[in-house]
């Protein structure tokens, strides 16, 4: 499944095709990523990337997450998705990164709205969250402009390396989606 998000950018459900590319990219990042993702120093070769591919392609044919890579003018430049699909409560969680070099277009913003919409129109969810770091504004930002409403800060939830870090989360309503503006108005560009 692929959807073009608009004239630039496109994402497409993770096949065994992209292992090459996304380890490369990931390699190429991996101080940049280090910030914020726990699990980048589990990505030390190639075949790690073939076996988080495979997991992911698993997980989806259960129908327990969804993961996308991100392409712009059809190079890969980052993951996105839905980390966990709760059908029974009918809620998700979103996930996402992009490499360092893209940072600043609006990308992320894009590729999360459009999950946002397949999570609702598509697998029918009634809420989405979207957890990061309470110092990993950038991200912050993003989930902002989107307008979910913060719910908490999870205290120390996360071992990064050498520190816990709290999360905050936010998280939108299939109605508010349906009705706010911002994410409307997110679409469009």
């Known amino acids: 499944m692929k959807f073009q998000v608009n004239s630039s950018i496109q994402i497409t459900h993770i096949n065994p095709e992209h292992a090459q590319e996304l380890f490369k990219l990931t390699d190429r990042n991996r101080d940049h990523l280090k910030q914020w993702l726990g699990w980048i120093d589990l990505v030390k070769t190639y075949e790690d990337t073939e076996t988080f591919i ?3 392609i698993h997980q989806h044919n259960h129908n327990q997450a969804s ?3 991100i392409l712009y003018n059809q190079e890969l430049v980052g ?4 980390n966990q699909l709760d059908h029974v409560n009918r809620w998700g969680t979103i996930g996402y990164w992009l490499c360092q070099s893209y940072m600043g277009r609006g990308i992320t913003t894009k590729v999360v709205n459009q999950l946002l919409d397949y999570g609702f129109n598509e697998q029918q969810l009634h809420k ?3 957890r990061c770091a309470t110092q990993n504004h950038k991200s912050m930002a993003v989930i902002e402009r989107l307008g979910l ?3 908490a800060t999870l205290r120390e939830c996360e ?3 050498d520190k816990f870090v709290d999360h905050a989360v936010y998280s939108i309503l299939h109605s508010e989606f349906k009705n706010n503006p ?3 108005a997110n679409s469009q560009n």
């Open 149 to 151: 409403t913060f719910e």
């Open 128 to 130: 989405i969250e979207i």
């Open 54 to 56: 495979e997991t992911a």
């Open 67 to 69: 993961t996308f890579v």
């Open 79 to 82: 993951v996105a998705g839905f």
């Open 159 to 161: 071992w990064l390396y």
């Open 182 to 184: 911002s994410v409307a």
